[in-house]
């Protein structure tokens, strides 16, 4: 096979191939294969090399002789090594979440945490449906790579921002190639799909071309993001905030959300400007509220695991739309409650370090919001306000260490746009925030290819697809059972 042919081999593998219909690669091969337990850092792995397994060191022998790899995992293995996709596949086994043992068997791994790690009072938050390797702490996990002063970020900044005032990125944009149309009513039905996907969103905005104030939506529209729907005149009495809390997350899940957080605003995350894509207009933001109430909303992982075909794009525009739906809802109850509330999608403040702050999750390689329900299949929304709320400890639950040794994201991202390796205070663009020892996104690599990508519509979720904590049918065991 030529270089050429295996270049082009390798683009179709990228695609369904690599990432769904072969089982998605490492994170496929979990769930397609019900002899190989897998997906934890590949520290501790047995590697497919031709077409047997051979031993890695720390891992027993009897844990071994465990492991059965069916014949059309390794056909599908030779293949993606025909063609370079992938030099060796890692198969991993179940990880101890408090970083003690590897084990061969869900059984086994929840026999070992259930007799060796007795939660705590503090760890356990059975009552909130979470697993017990879940911690509540007192600060962010991300505090611990601060290394410089957190400057507010510019809204502009941002990538998808960038692409209508940056005339540098303009030209890499550009220069993009358009990916060919494999197959005409292929792309009929994904477009319809989408359509269907972002429709609430895209009307979620009203009919005027400049949202006037500040900018809700990020695309510069009003409707359900508005900030200007008037104040209840009545004032609920709230005594006691911890109880006003939790009667907010019943009504935030009530209207939709998944998962619910609260947590004091740190105006580090609050933008220094707002931006608007459509007016190119800019302006200070000042927020004086003190709370935000963090919602993430679920994206399908059937669709998310296609990426990046059409499905993957249409559970993530799903998200979207499912977003101005609860954040507007919940902003329209706090307001008739006779509060100020103002509903934010990704405009405004960032979401991740809110929802981080809020214990919904951590940061992973990616530069993605993992939370433990569904791992970094979260589309995150917020609602900035003053009513009396009792804030909630961040959590922990070693997605620190893990994204050390696990390197799937980096490796299934097309154009290389994840940093493999030790994290780094180097910034690939001015849309990587400065002060932070992290693994920086290469933004404009990213989104120049959602634009080859254009069969699903300029979107791609590689990253979120080929991520462990994305993967239900092995999480959702550990979440419920351990
Ligand atoms: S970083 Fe961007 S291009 Fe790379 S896998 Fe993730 S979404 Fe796709
Ligand atoms: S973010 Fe990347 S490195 Fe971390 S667990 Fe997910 S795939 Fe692995």
């Not at 005339?167 to 358009?178: L, N, T």
């Not at 001015?430 to 693994?439: A, M, T």
Request: charge should be negative.
């Amino acid at each position: 096979m030529s270089e050429e042919q295996k270049e082009e081999k390798f683009k179709k593998l990228t695609r369904r191939e690599l990432l769904a219909g072969t089982g998605g690669f490492v994170a496929g091969v979990a769930v397609g294969s019900g002899g190989i337990s897998l997906l934890l850092p590949p520290k501790e792995v047995e590697v497919i090399k031709e077409v047997e397994v051979i031993k890695k060191v720390e891992v027993p022998v009897e844990v071994i002789k465990e492991v059965e790899v069916p014949v059309e995992v390794i056909k599908e293995v030779e293949v993606l090594k025909e063609v370079g996709a992938v030099k060796e596949v890692e198969i991993s086994k179940f990880v101890c979440p408090y970083g003690d043992g590897t084990f061969s068997t869900l059984g086994a791994l929840r026999v070992h945490v259930d007799s060796v790690h007795q939660p705590t009072p503090t760890s356990i938050r059975e009552s909130e449906g979470r697993p017990t390797y879940v911690n509540k702490v007192d600060r962010p996990t991300y505090e611990d790579f601060v290394v410089g002063t957190i400057e507010q970020f510019d809204q502009k900044n941002e990538m998808f921002c960038r692409s209508f005032w940056d005339e540098e990125y303009k030209k890499v944009f550009a220069a993009s190639p358009a990916r060919e149309v494999f197959d005409e009513s292929t792309e009929i039905e994904g477009q319809a799909l989408m359509a269907g996907a972002i429709y609430v969103d895209d009307k979620a905005g009203s009919d005027q071309p400049y949202y006037y104030g500040y900018n809700g939506h990020k695309m510069g529209f009003g409707g359900l993001y508005d900030w200007e729907e008037p104040v209840g005149e009545q004032k609920f009495p709230v005594s006691d905030p911890a109880e006003m809390s939790e009667r907010i997350k019943k009504v935030a899940k009530f209207y939709g959300a998944d998962l619910v957080g609260i947590c004091e605003l740190d105006q580090r995350w609050v933008y220094s400007k707002y931006f608007d894509s459509l007016s190119g207009a800019s302006g200070e933001l000042d927020i004086p509220y003190k709370y935000a109430i963090v919602l993430v909303v679920e994206m399908d992982w059937e669709g998310i695991r296609t990426s990046p075909e059409y499905e993957q794009a249409a559970a993530t525009a799903l998200g979207y739309s499912n977003m101005s739906e609860v954040a507007s809802s919940l902003a329209k109850y706090v307001r008739s409650l006779g509060y100020p509330a103002i509903p934010c999608g990704n405009d405004t403040a960032q979401s991740i370090p809110l929802a981080i702050d809020a214990g919904l999750g951590e940061l992973g390689r990616h530069g993605l919001l993992i939370t433990p329900e569904f791992g970094p299949r979260n589309r995150i929304c917020k609602v900035l306000t003053d009513l009396p709320l009792k804030p909630d400890k961040p959590i922990e639950f070693r997605i620190q260490k893990f994204c050390e040794s696990c390197i799937l994201c980096a490796k299934s991202c097309p154009v290389g746009a994840i940093k493999f390796g030790e994290r780094t205070t180097e910034t690939t663009s001015v849309s990587n925030r400065e002060g932070l020892l992290r693994w920086p996104v290469d933004v404009a690599k990213c989104h120049a290819f959602w634009k080859t990508n254009t069969m699903s519509l300029k979107s791609c979720a590689n990253c979120i697809a080929a991520c462990p904590w994305s993967d239900m049918g092995i999480r959702g065991e550990v979440k419920y059972n351990l």
